[in-house]
């Protein structure tokens, strides 16, 4: 499972680097930050602690990111169109 997650963080990082499905790159970035946020994060409550064994804010500041860059994806797409 970490193998997968490493390989989708790698491509979805350089795509958005590179500009290209940056709609598609942020949302699997979003189902990994959902996916760590509900499993790993949220038991250990809102602040990250020493050494990265935390909580929730820096996963959710990742979250809500990607979408954003998601949004202004759509949005320039949409300009485009017109």
Not at 11 to 29: D, E, M, P, Q
Not at 44 to 57: C, L, P, S
């Amino acid at each position: 499972m970490v193998w997968a997650i490493n390989a989708v963080e790698i491509v979805c990082g350089s795509l958005l680097i590179a500009g290209k499905y940056t709609r598609r790159a942020a949302a699997g970035l979003m189902v990994i930050c959902a996916g760590g946020i509900v499993i790993v994060h949220a038991a250990k409550g809102w602040f990250v602690g020493e050494h990265g064994a935390g909580g929730v804010e820096y996963s959710i500041v990742l979250f809500f990111a990607c979408v954003v860059i998601a949004a202004s994806a759509s949005r320039r797409a949409e300009a485009r169109l017109v």
